[in-house]
């Protein structure tokens, strides 16, 4: 027997470390193709009277949520062994789109970066369709997901290497590095699609995981429409507020008189803790007390990231500490429902589906509010201060975050007691007939 456990430990530790590190470095890569743009300014540069950086970012992100949009239904119903040949082709198209963005004449290569948004919009679905479902997925989605906290750094200090010490081309940058990193990234595609299936004590932990279609999706939203309302709502300012930070960094903090890879410093260290938080959830066998205790994390975020930006002036923390502070208080609410939660979800309430359309839904209503930032900044032509900008949505979005995930976790724990309280009834009302018959 202790043999047999300690094989079945070793089997564990070789596939967090097979599965996990194939998954950390697949989106990791995912990023060298989309995001090292951001580290380039473009000063001096307009589209259609537009300011030039704001017009990429906008473009990228609307292609980006056209394919959010389009996963609610591919990632649902995506088989697994289709999944390969769509992650291959998703990296391939990203590149071609920045080779674009360099051949092309600015302004009007920006039409490039829509298609690099475009074929990048599902690949956090499909990458995590291979993990979901495992008595491990718990620290399998931690490692996925903390991987847009670190990669989010990298791909910036890469990309400011690339352009201050090897003095490549801002138009050219992203291509380089996107060069780098697609043959590692098709590898890892490999490495993920050699997984092993789930074990029958992975099903019976955490549900089995299969397609949905157009039918089934409603018929889920609507059982569980008040939670993943507010859920929605919530994660639709979360995202917005992590697109502002990732992409407009350059602009939120003077970064002239720092190393290049301050932002991969930083995001390192965030990384590591939220990274050790998220693997503790490995230890809760019970589902409902795992949820109960995320949305407590998620609470104590909002509530930080509200106090030290209503606080900044009185606080005077220096830049390094006031980004490293935003930026885990952020990241640990943002990376909940993009990692562990809707896995427990599904495992909790033992729901028929996946865990692709669930993060699906809330991408595309999340990047939604992104879009409609930047168009209204342009539109209206509004002069931003970036750093208070920041400073002030960072400080509403914690405070109506903290109310709505609260209702959220009053609701959960309502819809739980509801639900296995009558199955109990029923289970009960069945032996007590069975009892009067005989």
């Known amino acids: 027997m202790k ?46 009277g537009s300011d030039y950086k704001v017009a990429v970012t906008t473009i990228q992100i609307l292609g980006y949520v056209i394919a959010k949009f389009f996963r609610i239904k591919i990632i649902s119903e995506l088989k697994k062994e289709n999944r390969f040949r769509f992650f291959v082709g998703s990296a391939v198209l990203a590149e071609a789109a920045l080779v674009g963005f360099g051949l092309l004449d600015a302004p009007y290569n920006v039409a490039a970066m829509f298609v690099n948004g475009l074929s990048l919009g599902c690949m956090w679905g499909v990458i995590f369709s291979f993990i979901e479902g495992r008595k491990v997925t718990d620290i399998l989605a931690s490692l996925l997901g903390v991987s847009m906290v670190f990669s989010s750094g ?21 291509a380089l590095i996107g060069g780098f990193a697609l043959p590692l990234l098709v590898f890892m595609g490999y490495m ?14 955490r549900n089995e995981r299969v397609t949905l279609d157009g039918k089934g999706r409603r018929a889920l939203f609507r059982k569980y429409a008040p939670i993943l309302s507010l859920i929605f709502v919530g994660n639709f300012m979360l995202l917005m507020l992590r697109d502002i930070k990732e992409d407009f960094l350059v602009n939120i903090l003077d970064v002239s008189n ?47 990231m509200t106090y030290v930006s209503y606080h900044y002036e009185t606080l005077d923390l220096k830049p390094v500490v006031w980004l490293f502070v935003e930026s885990l208080s952020l990241y640990i609410a943002y990376l909940t429902f993009q990692t562990v939660f809707f896995d427990r979800f599904i495992a909790c309430f033992r729901i028929k589906g996946n865990v692709g359309f669930f993060i699906a839904m809330i991408d595309f209503i999340g990047y939604m509010g992104t879009v409609a930032l930047l168009s209204a ?57 069975n009892y009067n018959t005989n």
């Open 154 to 174: 990298v791909a910036k200090s890469f990309g400011l290497f690339a352009m201050n010490e090897l003095h490549v081309d801002q138009f050219w940058m992203p």
């Open 3 to 48: 043999q047999i456990t300690a094989n079945r430990r070793m089997s564990d530790v070789l596939l967090v470390l097979w599965a996990g590190g194939a998954a950390l470095l697949s989106y990791s890569l995912v990023y060298a193709l989309r995001k090292p743009y951001t580290a380039a300014s473009f000063e001096g540069l307009t589209f259609l």
């Open 258 to 304: 720092q190393s290049s890879w301050m932002f991969a410093r930083i995001d390192t260290i965030v990384t590591m803790i939220i990274l050790g938080i998220f693997t503790l959830f490995i230890f809760f066998r019970s589902n409902i007390n795992a949820l109960l205790w995320m949305m407590t994390l998620v609470v104590a975020g909002c509530l930080t």
């Open 192 to 205: 993920l699609k050699r997984l092993p299936q789930p074990t029958a004590e992975d099903i019976a932990l």
């Open 377 to 433: 900044k342009e539109l209206f032509n509004i002069d931003i201060e970036w750093f208070a900008l920041f400073n002030h949505i960072a400080c509403a979005v914690g405070a109506v975050c903290t109310v709505l995930f609260i209702a959220v976790a009053v609701l959960i724990y309502k819809k739980y007691n509801r639900t296995f309280r009558t199955k109990e009834l029923e289970n009960d009302t069945c032996l007590n007939a």
